[in-house]
């Protein structure tokens, strides 16, 4: 273990005593660091930690998460890592978490930054958010799994492209068959009449055919366990109640719309900016940055 990752995680440890947090989240897939950390805290509260990569049973024995293969700064590995704790259940809504991060790659993170952040409403700061955005239907929306492989997709697409030109996407989550009722289609739904495991977001083949269609107009509609029920979707034009923030598109307000009018998530790439926004009872959740 470095010794500047043994400082960071002592002065956490601090900060988590003094603050009476919940729980303390390593964001970062650093075994021994987590070893130390366990020992170090003993039953005082959780630890929470990355696994070392993404794999296709999601959330694995144990406080572990996993974050997206995709190479992420200080700030969106904090993010997507606070995330994925809360649609797991490993993270509650009201709670005081310290988050441990830092720069470098998935395994190989140089610890350099300690937050202390509050799961409420108002909470917009560190996942950037809006005030207001419901963080408890995160929980029990969908098999975390399915929502590291759609989030961790998005992700990639959005630093990617297609064929290395930027694209827009709006994939929703859970709900379909209210999300089916507000939208129509626009094309042919190529996931039509396929076998339910090769429509499988957690199968590869499905993911690189959400690449391949990723261009084409409309949402990608996805069940709470993964499969993709349709793509092409144009989603009814719905209102939320509330101005989303200046500078968002056609998808940005779809995304409010059908998530304030359902129980779905909705997950959009900005063509624009290839930024990615979680939206969640008609707010953002987070944006993750392309540069973050």
Do not use: W
């Not at 419901?134 to 959005?158: K, S, T």
């Not at 144009?234 to 998808?251: C, K, Q, V």
């Amino acid at each position: 273990m470095r010794e500047r990752n043994r400082a960071v995680i002592d002065g956490a440890m601090i900060i988590a005593r003094e603050t009476e947090a919940d729980a303390v989240l390593l964001a970062a897939a650093l075994p021994e660091e987590t070893r130390y950390l366990e020992e170090a805290i003993g039953t005082e509260r959780r630890v929470i930690a990355a696994s070392p990569g993404r794999e296709s049973n999601g959330v694995r024995e144990g406080d572990i998460i996993s974050l997206p293969e995709v190479r992420l700064r200080r700030r969106g590995r904090a993010k997507i890592a606070l995330m994925e704790g809360l649609a797991a259940g490993l993270l509650n809504p009201g709670e005081k978490v310290v988050v441990i991060s830092g720069s470098g790659s998935p395994a190989g993170c140089a610890l350099d930054t300690v937050a202390l952040v509050d799961l409420d409403d108002a909470e917009e700061d560190v996942l950037e958010g809006e005030v207001g955005a419901p963080l408890p239907l995160l929980r029990g929306l969908a098999d975390p799994a399915v929502f590291d492989a759609v989030l961790g997709l998005c992700l990639e697409l959005a630093r990617e492209g297609k064929e290395g030109k930027p694209v827009g996407l709006l994939v929703t989550l859970g709900d379909h068959e209210r999300v089916l009722e507000r939208s129509r289609q626009l094309v042919l739904n190529p996931f039509e009449g396929h076998p339910e495991e090769e429509c499988s977001v957690l199968s590869p083949a499905a993911r690189r055919a959400v690449r391949e269609f990723s261009g084409m107009d409309g949402a990608f509609v996805l069940r709470s366990d993964g499969v993709i029920v349709a793509a092409g979707r144009y989603l009814e034009e719905l209102t939320t109640g509330h101005e989303l923030p200046g500078g968002l598109g056609a998808r940005h307000r779809a995304g409010a719309g059908i998530t304030g009018e359902t129980k779905a998530l909705a997950f959009v790439i900005s063509e624009s900016t290839g930024d990615t926004r979680v939206f969640a009872g008609g707010r953002i959740v987070m944006t993750v940055e392309k540069t973050d």
